[in-house]
C-alpha cells in the first residue's frame, strides 16, 4: 500500500531493481549479481518476455541482463524507440511456451515480463478494437485506458499461473509514477521533482499450492502490507519469494518484504537523494 520508486527515470530503477545493488547497501550496478545470475548459478531457469526496445540508452544495460536468460524473447528485436505493439504479444508468446512445454514448473523459475504499460504516448499502449466502450481522446483518458489495459494483460498473466500445480507467485510492479497535465506528463527530471512521480502499484499474488507450501511468505508479505518498500528492493523480494538464500555483501532479510524482519529505516528515493516524505 506504500510502494515508491527508487529513481524517476526507467533505466535508473532497472539498474537496481534488477541486481542486488540498493540504495541502502552502497553497492553499484557494475559490482552486482543481478535476478538472472541468481537463478542460474541457483540451477533454476530464467525466461524474459519483453515488449520494451533492445537498444539504447534507456535500454542497454536491462538488454545485458536480459540477455543472460535462458530463453529471451522481444517483440521487436535490435530495435529502437518506443514500442506500439500491445502488450498482450509477449502473452501470447508465454501460452506458446507453456503448450509446447518449454518450460519446466517443476523447476525453479524466474520469469520477468517487461511491458510497455502506461508509457508515453498512452493512446498507443492499447489496440484500437480493445474497449470501445471507452471512449477516449485526452492524454488523461487515454491514461486510464492505458491502465485498463495494463489490468487485462496482467490478470491474463495471473489467471495462467493461478492454474498450475507447483507453487507460482506474481509479483507486480510499475518503474515510476507520472504527474499528468492537460497537455501531456510533466516533465520528470530531479530539479523538478514530486513525490507523484516516485509513487508506484506493488502488488503480490500467490496461487493455491504457494499458499500452502510457503504460507510463512505468505503471511509477512500481508503483515508487510502497509510498510513503505522502494522497488529497488524487488531483488531481494524475489529471493525471499523463490526461497533462495545466498552470501552476499548488501543482501539483507530487512530488505526482503516477504521476510519477518522487512524494515526500511530511512525509505529513500532517487538513489538517496530524496527521502520518502510520508515516512513516520
Given at each position: 500500500?506504500n510502494?515508491?520508486?527508487?529513481?524517476?527515470?526507467?533505466?535508473?530503477?532497472?539498474?537496481m531493481?534488477l541486481t542486488?545493488?540498493?540504495?541502502?547497501?552502497?553497492?553499484?550496478?557494475?559490482?552486482?549479481?543481478?535476478?538472472?545470475?541468481?537463478?542460474?548459478?541457483?540451477?533454476g531457469?530464467?525466461?524474459w518476455?519483453?515488449?520494451?526496445?533492445?537498444?539504447?540508452r534507456?535500454?542497454?544495460?536491462v538488454t545485458?541482463?536480459?540477455n543472460?536468460?535462458?530463453?529471451?524473447f522481444?517483440?521487436r528485436?535490435?530495435?529502437?524507440?518506443?514500442?506500439?505493439?500491445?502488450?498482450?504479444?509477449?502473452?501470447e508468446?508465454?501460452?506458446k511456451?507453456?503448450?509446447?512445454?518449454?518450460?519446466n514448473?517443476?523447476?525453479?523459475?524466474?520469469?520477468?515480463?517487461?511491458?510497455?504499460?502506461?508509457?508515453?504516448?498512452?493512446?498507443?499502449?492499447?489496440?484500437?478494437t480493445?474497449?470501445?466502450?471507452i471512449?477516449?481522446?485526452?492524454?488523461?483518458?487515454?491514461?486510464?485506458k492505458?491502465?485498463?489495459?495494463?489490468?487485462y494483460?496482467?490478470?491474463?498473466?495471473i489467471n495462467i499461473?493461478?492454474?498450475?500445480n507447483?507453487?507460482?507467485?506474481?509479483?507486480?510492479?510499475?518503474?515510476?509514477?507520472?504527474?499528468?497535465?492537460?497537455n501531456?506528463?510533466?516533465?520528470?527530471?530531479?530539479?523538478?521533482?514530486k513525490?507523484?512521480?516516485?509513487?508506484?502499484?506493488?502488488?503480490?499474488?500467490?496461487?493455491?499450492k504457494?499458499k500452502?507450501?510457503?504460507?510463512?511468505?505468505?503471511s509477512n508479505?500481508?503483515?508487510?502490507?502497509?510498510?513503505?518498500?522502494t522497488n529497488?528492493?524487488?531483488?531481494?523480494?524475489?529471493?525471499?519469494l523463490?526461497?533462495?538464500?545466498?552470501e552476499?555483501?548488501?543482501?539483507?532479510?530487512e530488505?526482503?518484504?516477504?521476510?519477518?524482519?522487512?524494515?526500511l529505516?530511512m525509505?529513500?528515493?532517487?538513489?538517496g537523494?530524496?527521502?520518502?516524505?510520508?515516512?513516520?
Amino acid at each position: 500500500n506504500n510502494a515508491y520508486s527508487n529513481h524517476i527515470l526507467t533505466i535508473k530503477v532497472l539498474e537496481m531493481a534488477l541486481t542486488q545493488s540498493n540504495q541502502y547497501n552502497d553497492l553499484d550496478y557494475f559490482n552486482s549479481n543481478s535476478l538472472i545470475d541468481v537463478i542460474n548459478k541457483s540451477g533454476g531457469k530464467s525466461y524474459w518476455y519483453s515488449n520494451q526496445s533492445t537498444h539504447g540508452r534507456m535500454n542497454a544495460k536491462v538488454t545485458y541482463v536480459a540477455n543472460k536468460s535462458d530463453k529471451t524473447f522481444f517483440t521487436r528485436d535490435n530495435s529502437l524507440g518506443h514500442s506500439r505493439v500491445p502488450d498482450y504479444k509477449i502473452v501470447e508468446e508465454l501460452k506458446k511456451d507453456i503448450k509446447n512445454n518449454a518450460i519446466n514448473f517443476e523447476k525453479r523459475n524466474i520469469i520477468v515480463f517487461h511491458m510497455m504499460g502506461s508509457h508515453f504516448w498512452p493512446c498507443n499502449r492499447y489496440p484500437t478494437t480493445f474497449r470501445p466502450d471507452i471512449k477516449a481522446k485526452t492524454i488523461g483518458e487515454c491514461y486510464i485506458k492505458s491502465v485498463i489495459y495494463n489490468d487485462y494483460v496482467l490478470d491474463e498473466i495471473i489467471n495462467i499461473f493461478s492454474k498450475k500445480n507447483q507453487p507460482v507467485s506474481v509479483v507486480y510492479f510499475s518503474d515510476h509514477g507520472v504527474k499528468l497535465t492537460d497537455n501531456g506528463e510533466e516533465k520528470r527530471s530531479l530539479s523538478n521533482y514530486k513525490q507523484i512521480m516516485s509513487e508506484i502499484p506493488l502488488m503480490v499474488f500467490f496461487n493455491k499450492k504457494y499458499k500452502e507450501s510457503f504460507g510463512n511468505k505468505v503471511s509477512n508479505i500481508k503483515r508487510n502490507k502497509n510498510k513503505i518498500f522502494t522497488n529497488d528492493l524487488i531483488f531481494d523480494l524475489s529471493l525471499g519469494l523463490l526461497n533462495i538464500n545466498i552470501e552476499s555483501k548488501g543482501v539483507k532479510k530487512e530488505f526482503d518484504l516477504s521476510s519477518q524482519n522487512f524494515n526500511l529505516k530511512m525509505p529513500l528515493t532517487n538513489h538517496g537523494i530524496h527521502k520518502v516524505l510520508n515516512f513516520k
